[in-house]
């Protein structure tokens, strides 16, 4: 299997802008997926019934974008799913040094949290076009067999222009890191790493991509985000990803495991002089 890491922001960008491929290049008809990103709690609970506030601290990192996909919304739903459990919420913050001393005295908790993901391939077969596309039926839709492939005892390659193109399986992974610390002191005082994955999405390459002899078609892809078809499965693969998320945060910010957390809070408030 071969894996290629993204950054968040090379995701974001996948998920915010559908890029299309120079016109000059053969282009299949693939629609670029677009990603809903949506969320619905579980359950609300009546609005500061667990009597403890938390500030939210943004992570941190360039998208390279505006807040308008993945970040935005799953920071929004974020919110949404401490104010259904019955926290009252403060913020986001961009950092800790945006709060104001008001702010941290008024706060039980800072939430900061993280996110990292990374994207693989399970699967690529090898779908010919151009001249290879006049090869018997069958033989252009020959899957990768883990070395590599060939088409009538050739390697499949570029020869003359000729237009390869790719279909396969991809999936998203992600990892959340969450951390609570006290709002004064910024002494650490819980931490969760949630590591989450979606089921797989298949693609189709919009458009060609060179392949050299022996070369694995994972490799000759280098998951091309620019391309329509990947960018596709990347981001319906998102979308699991997104829910599986928060239904994670749901999950582990439980106000009854977070009283015990609070008493320590107090308690480190009660003994320094601020």
Not at 40 to 46: D, I, N, S, Y
Not at 101 to 117: N, P, T
Not at 241 to 270: C, F, M, S
Request: charge should be neutral; charged fraction near 20%; aromatic fraction near 8%.
């Amino acid at each position: 299997m071969h894996v290629k890491t993204l950054g968040i922001g090379a995701l974001l960008l996948i998920a915010g802008v559908g890029c299309a491929p120079p016109s000059a290049t053969p282009v299949r008809q693939v629609t670029l997926y677009t990603p809903q990103f949506q969320y619905a709690v579980p359950k609300t609970e009546v609005p500061g019934s667990s009597k403890t506030t938390i500030s939210i601290v943004n992570f941190t990192g360039n998208t390279g974008l505006p807040l308008t996909t993945f970040q935005a919304r799953f920071l929004t739903d974020l919110q949404n799913v401490l104010v259904a459990r019955g926290f009252s919420v403060r913020g986001p913050f961009a950092t800790k040094d945006e709060m104001t001393f008001s702010d941290k005295k008024g706060s039980d908790f800072i939430l900061v949290y993280s996110l990292s993901a990374q994207s693989d391939y399970q699967g690529v077969s090898v779908v010919s076009k151009g001249k290879i596309s006049e090869l018997p039926s069958g033989e252009e839709n020959r899957v990768w067999n883990g070395t590599y492939s060939t088409i009538l005892g050739l390697p499949i390659k570029n020869i003359n222009g000729d237009a390869v193109y790719f279909h396969g399986a991809l999936g998203v992974s992600a990892k959340i890191n969450l951390t609570l610390v006290e709002s004064m002191s910024s002494e650490k005082l819980w931490s969760k790493t949630l590591d989450i994955s979606a089921p797989a999405e298949f693609f189709d390459t919009a458009r060609p991509h060179a392949i050299a002899v022996g070369e694995v078609p994972a490799a000759a892809l280098k998951l091309d985000t620019m391309d329509i078809g990947v960018a596709s499965a990347i981001n319906k693969s998102l979308d699991g990803i997104y829910t599986n998320a928060l239904n994670g945060v749901w999950k582990h910010l439980d106000p009854q495991e977070l009283r015990e957390i609070k008493l320590q809070a107090d308690e480190i408030k009660g003994k320094k002089v601020f």
